[in-house]
T-cell receptor, first 114, second 112 residues
Framework: GENVEQHPSTLSVQEGDSAVIKCTYS??????FPWYKQELGKRPQLIID?????GEKKDQRIAVTLNKTAKHFSLHITETQPEDSAVYFC?????????????FGKGTKLSVKP | NAGVTQTPKFQVLKTGQSMTLQCAQD?????MYWYRQDPGMGLRLIYY???????DKGEVPNGYNVSRLNKREFSLRLESAAPSQTSVYFC???????????FGPGTRLTVT
């Protein structure tokens, strides 16, 4: 089955710097890659996602890139702000077939220092 | 729309006690899920229901049972709670295709 590895497990940056979180997946048939943000004590919430037919997607300060050949995808946050501090989870799934469940990475705790 | 709701928010059980966690969604989603979240372990799938009337095991099903009561509701039962089941439990639902998966607010369960 699918396995998702996420690095780093913790990341500390200064306000205004960029942050990059990387994930690798094992199932070459996976075709959907969402990123979730979880603030302390709250539920995970989707911040951006990408399908396998797209190499990059951007939404304001957040972008995701996908390299299908290498089976890895990354979350990029530019101009970080203290409110970006949270745990971020990547996930992978093979939607459209019988195995449509999201498999999550173990998370990255991002701390943005003012 | 309330989205995905869960009850209770907090629960303390003694070893061997049983309880049922309730989940409901009002988005007419076919698929529903139960996850547990432990420090450093991410979100691990316990059981899922791809449609009303079907349920399947996920990554960590031992010690749990589920019921898809109808399209809206999906419950998780612990028959004989163990300290290893101390965790935060999230219910989630998703529509069809490449649609977003929505999470409930979570239930924090402690088994002593």
């Amino acid at each position: 089955g699918e396995n998702v590895e996420q690095h780093p497990s913790t990341l500390s940056v200064q306000e205004g710097d960029s942050a990059v979180i990387k994930c690798t997946y094992s199932d070459s048939a996976s075709n959907y890659f969402p990123w979730y943000k979880q603030e302390l004590g709250k539920r995970p919430q989707l911040i951006i996602d990408i399908r396998s037919n797209v190499g990059e997607k951007k939404d304001q300060r957040i972008a995701v890139t996908l390299n299908k050949t290498a089976k890895h995808f990354s979350l990029h946050i530019t101009e970080t702000q203290p409110e970006d501090s949270a745990v971020y989870f990547c996930a992978a799934s093979r939607y459209g077939g019988s195995q449509g469940n999201l498999i999550f990475g173990k998370g990255t705790k991002l701390s943005v220092k003012p | 729309n309330a989205g995905v709701t869960q009850t209770p928010k907090f629960q303390v059980l003694k070893t061997g006690q049983s309880m049922t966690l309730q989940c409901a969604q009002d988005m007419n989603h076919n698929s529903m899920y139960w996850y547990r979240q432990d420090p450093g372990m991410g979100l691990r799938l316990i059981y899922y229901s791809a449609s009303e009337g079907t349920t399947d095991k996920g990554e960590v099903p031992n010690g749990y049972n589920v019921s898809r009561l109808n399209k809206r509701e999906f419950s998780l039962r612990l028959e004989s709670a163990a300290p290893s089941q101390t965790s935060v439990y999230f219910c989630a639902s998703r529509g069809s295709g490449f649609s977003e998966q929505y999470f409930g607010p979570g239930t924090r369960l402690t088994v002593t």
